[in-house]
């Protein structure tokens, strides 16, 4: 804009900040950045940069350590004159005529008269402990390691630095300590840093006002119980959770807020509520806490990608499987970057070759450590929209996304594709037309049609987004993403203020929190993600956004190398939507040693239900030839738990499993999920039982397979694997929308035939005629659930029957097996004791019922060294299986996984829990 436009803004601007238009304020900043920038000369720009900036640090510095501000204040209002600000420390009045005439040449504080001065806003803010804190770190700290940047870019020939004690500031200071335990040796700093950190965010809309913290935690047991609500990782001083508290003081559970133990030692207890419990943990350690929700503000951009993951995967040992790690951070924007984030990405860099990120990166990131972004969550942006229609707008856009990420497949309720937005009057009509190949944008290498140009394509995908900022940012994600990811929750803020950077705002204005969502993308963000897709990332085939794939190693996500996709598309869609699917993908690398799962996903449980109700996912291979192999027939090396040996039917190097995988037939519907997943004498079947608020996958595999198999459980929505997890075990996963897993596959190979042997019966014939049909001679499905047959209670507890619907206390011991019956609210609970190693999972009607066992003493390990037990642990116990010479029972709690050999069922007691009392037979 031109000086004149821009004083125009900024009258108009200011107008509106006086009549209290909301976001009128935000933009003003901007504006006088703007004009300021139109009316300096080159020289100007300068003496503004290399002489006023650094002297403005300075003498605010000197000023701090003089007690000039200080004595202003205690002015009250009131001058102060040149020998009375050199007074507290005994300083030359003659210097500190200099230092105070340059502090008022810059408006840091006000000159009255021939040397005097009086206190403004800012110096007196500068006597308050985050200000001031902010002022020494920022100076003492901060702007040394920036003034180091351009020499140390040079000696390393300017390579994007990612070396955490390698960083502009371990070559200013001449350290090889990181940030953090550089300046933990420094009190000083240690507290000028937290105190900071205790007001950067002020002014900014707080996390709480648009994530919904009271639907996550409602079901948060009282804190009398020891439940544990809230886990501020790295928090800090606690005032994160210090808002929290004031916002909502009746919140069922604890608040913990965890930091280095010096910060932690730094609180002074009397200033933190009593609510609120401190602990010092190093987040680099596993997470000690089961929590609901574990908080990460400003946690992540401190870090390099690979100690941003391990940090994620530590906090991850403290979920369960409802909990979620919500991270707040910075969203950089492709472009329209704000001068606070841009200036927080270098400082970032300075401090510790860190980074702030843009959505693709988040993603990566979190799903490299092996979670999923569920949703996004951002404030409603009072400055980019101001008028009711885009309120109104955005909160049925929020409503819309919703429903798209019910629906697995981004489109809306609105039925646009979410490349080209054409419209749709039903909701498969986008899905076809991806199917068709006929969307001009998607990223489909057989597309035929030519892609609109960039100007069109913004100027659509503007008005598909809704509200919009009128700023040059327009490419940023300012929309929320609902697209049932993980929990990345971001923010922009101004000068690291917490919130997410896609923000059209400039960064000292922005009180924008934008939620980041993993996964599915949204329609609204696939044109931009589309166009920046990595060449490391999976590669899409036709509908990427749905894609469930494999991944060789969580922790290497940036290398996945896959050479199919799987898709998973929701059964309630046409029935051409089930046919898609599935994949040979090689793997490239085994997994080895943890399989657990874990995962992200924010979600409204209000919102969820009634759209997972209606969802059935099937994946089928699409080219079941590509996976035939006589490697499936080699004699295996077979695993025998028991004695910890190897043998059997002879050798099957695990290179030659590893190098070959196959999917396997995997139904869900809405009871379960049933899955093909080898072929005898290999022979394994999965299973599945989703409780009311999750999804259980359970196999049980024949021990042999213990090598050659593994299963994974990809994101339904990610596009890439969430981590490979053990076959054997039962792996839970939040039952949301967002959750839908799955792929499973295995190392071994089989074709379409030999995976449905097992359920031969069961299978539907289409299965087989539509076998080498399709686009590619894939087979082509419709939806079909394969239900084995599990085993009935009576048949899994022979001497353990109840003698009668209503007893309790049922009780045949005649081999030592108790078996009692108590009513519940829900049904009725079976509890078993099973001295001789009774356990298994009881079915009636094609339902699976789960039974939960207790050990009833320590465990360590068994003889695969799977299974820790703790006396009291409860575990999930799976149908048990003959295999090798044991008779074994998967099962899987969290971290205890693998077969449970029979003979330390004599410590379990189960409880069996199911809707109806079991029959006999
Ligand atoms: C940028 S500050 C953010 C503080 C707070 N979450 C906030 O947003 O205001 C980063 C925090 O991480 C903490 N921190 C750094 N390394 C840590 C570690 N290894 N374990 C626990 N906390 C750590 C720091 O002490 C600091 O409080």
Same mark, same amino acid.
């Given at each position: 804009m031109e000086t004149t436009q821009l004083i125009e803004a900024i009258t108009q601007c200011n107008r509106d900040v006086s009549n209290g238009v909301p976001g009128a304020r935000e933009k003003l900043l901007p504006l006088t950045y703007q004009l300021s920038a139109s009316v300096e000369t080159p020289t100007q720009m300068i003496w503004s940069t290399f002489s006023t900036g650094p002297l403005r640090a300075a003498t605010v510095r000197i000023a701090i350590d003089l007690d000039i501000f200080e004595t202003l204040k205690a002015a009250d209002g009131g001058s102060t004159s040149?020998?009375? *600000?050199?007074?507290?420390? $005994?300083?030359?009045?003659?210097l500190v005529r200099r230092i105070a005439a340059f502090l008022a040449s810059v408006d840091v504080i006000l000159e009255t008269g021939v040397d005097a001065y009086s206190a403004t806003r800012i110096s007196n803010a500068l006597t308050t402990p985050g200000i001031l804190g902010g002022a020494i770190y920022g100076h003492d700290i901060m702007s040394r390691s920036m003034w180091e940047i351009p020499s140390y870019l040079s000696k390393r020939s300017y390579q994007n630095p990612s070396n955490p004690v390698d960083a502009p500031l371990q070559d200013a200071f001449n350290t090889k300590e990181h940030f953090f335990p550089y300046i933990s040796a420094n009190p000083l700093l240690v507290k000028s840093f937290a105190d900071f950190m205790g007001v950067y965010r002020d002014g900014k809309e707080h996390w709480t006002t648009f994530y919904p913290l009271r639907e996550r935690l409602q079901h948060v047991p009282d804190s009398s119980s020891g439940a544990i609500a809230l886990v501020d990782v790295g928090g800090g001083l606690g005032h994160d959770l210090a808002t929290v508290l004031a916002q909502h003081p009746d919140l069922s559970g604890k608040l913990v807020v965890q930091d280095r133990k010096e910060v932690i030692d730094s609180i002074d207890p009397a200033k933190l509520d009593a609510g609120i419990h401190r602990e010092a943990h190093d987040f680099f350690s596993p997470q000690p806490r089961k929590a609901k929700l574990f908080y990460l503000h400003s946690i992540l951009h401190d870090w390099d990608d690979e100690n941003c993951i391990k940090i994620l995967q530590n906090v991850s040992k403290g979920m369960d499987v409802d909990s979620r790690i919500a991270i707040n951070d910075l969203l950089v924007p492709d472009r329209g970057s704000s001068r606070s984030l841009t200036s927080m990405d270098l400082g970032m860099m300075a401090l510790g070759s860190a980074t702030e990120r843009t959505e693709r990166q988040w993603r990566q990131l979190v799903e490299t450590a092996g979670l999923r972004v569920t949703k996004v969550f951002r404030p409603f942006d009072p400055s980019t929209s101001t008028s009711k229609?885009?309120?109104? =707008?955005?909160?049925s856009h929020l409503k819309t996304k919703r429903h798209a990420d019910n629906a697995g497949l981004a489109p809306p309720s609105g039925f646009?594709?979410?490349?080209?937005?054409? $419209?749709?009057?039903?909701? !498969? /009509? @986008?899905?076809? %037309?991806? !199917?068709? $190949?006929?969307c001009p944008k998607a990223p489909n290498p057989k597309r035929k049609h030519e892609s609109l140009d960039s100007r069109a394509d913004d100027a659509k995908r503007r008005a598909c987004v809704g509200p919009r900022s009128d700023s040059t940012a327009s490419d940023d994600i300012d929309e929320d993403i609902d697209s049932g990811y993980g929990g990345l929750y971001a923010r922009e803020g101004a000068g690291g203020g917490p919130s997410i950077a896609s923000s059209s705002k400039s960064p000292e204005d922005s009180t924008t929190d934008h939620t980041v969502s993993a996964g599915a993308p949204s329609p609204y963000e696939y044109p931009r993600k589309a166009s920046n897709v990595s060449a490391d990332m999976p590669t899409p085939v036709q509908l990427p956004p749905l894609s469930a794939v494999w991944s060789p190693e969580y922790s290497t996500a940036p290398s996945i190398s896959h050479n199919a996709t799987s898709y998973l598309l929701p059964a309630h869609q046409s029935p051409t939507a089930y046919s898609h699917t599935a994949t040979s993908s090689s793997l490239t690398r085994a997994t080895t040693g943890d399989s657990e799962m874990t995962e992200t996903s924010w979600y409204n449980p209000a919102e969820e239900d009634e759209d997972d109700e209606k969802q059935s996912f099937l994946i089928m291979p699409n080219n079941p030839r590509s996976m035939s192999s006589p490697a499936l027939h080699t004699p295996r090396q077979v695993f025998d738990p028991t004695t910890g040996h190897t043998g059997g039917e002879g050798p099957r190097p695990l290179s030659d499993a590893m190098e070959r995988m196959s999917l396997k037939n995997v139904v869900m519907n809405n009871h379960s999920i049933d899955a093909a997943v080898s072929k005898t004498p290999d022979s394994s079947a999965a299973s599945a039982t989703r409780g009311p608020s999750r999804f259980s996958l359970a196999t049980s595999t024949a021990t042999s397979d213990y090598n050659a198999k593994r299963l994974s459980f990809t994101s339904l929505l990610g596009g890439s694997s969430i981590k490979s997890v053990h076959p054997s075990a039962v792996y839970s996963v939040p039952h949301s929308r967002t959750a839908s897993l799955l792929t499973i596959g295995s190392r071994s190979t089989m074709s379409l035939d030999e995976m449905a042997a097992p359920f031969a019966s069961e299978v539907d014939p289409e299965l087989r005629d539509h076998r080498g049909k399709g686009d590619q001679g894939e087979g082509r499905i419709r939806r079909k659930v394969f239900r084995p047959n599990l085993p009935s209670i009576s048949s899994l507890f022979p001497q353990s029957r109840p003698r009668s619907r209503d007893s309790n206390n049922t &009780?045949? +011991?005649? !081999? /030592?097996?108790?078996?009692?019956?108590? $009513?519940?609210? &829900? #049904?009725?609970?079976? &509890?078993?004791?099973? @001295?001789? #190693? +009774?356990? #298994?999972? =009881? +079915?009636? /009607? #094609?339902?699976? %019922?789960? *039974?939960?066992v207790r050990a009833l003493e320590d465990h360590s390990e068994d003889a695969r060294g799977a299974l820790t037990l703790r006396k009291g642990d409860e575990i999930q116990v799976l149908p048990h299986h003959r295999s090798g010479n044991g008779e074994w029972y998967g099962i899987n709690q &969290?971290?205890?996984? /693998?077969?449970?050999?029979?003979? %330390?069922?004599?410590?379990?007691?189960g409880r069996l829990y199911h809707p109806t009392i079991p029959e006999e037979g």
């Open positions: 040149i020998l009375d *600000l050199a007074k507290p420390r $005994n300083a030359s009045p003659d229609k885009d309120t109104r =707008a955005y909160r646009s594709c979410q490349y080209c937005e054409q $419209n749709f009057t039903r909701k !498969e /009509g @986008p899905i076809r %037309h991806l !199917e068709r $190949n006929q &009780d045949d +011991s005649s !081999e /030592g097996l108790t078996l009692t019956s108590s $009513n519940r609210a &829900d #049904g009725v609970q079976w &509890d078993l004791l099973a @001295p001789t #190693g +009774s356990a #298994g999972t =009881a +079915s009636k /009607g #094609g339902k699976s %019922h789960q *039974l939960w &969290d971290s205890k996984k /693998g077969f449970f050999p029979r003979k %330390h069922c004599a410590v379990l007691q």
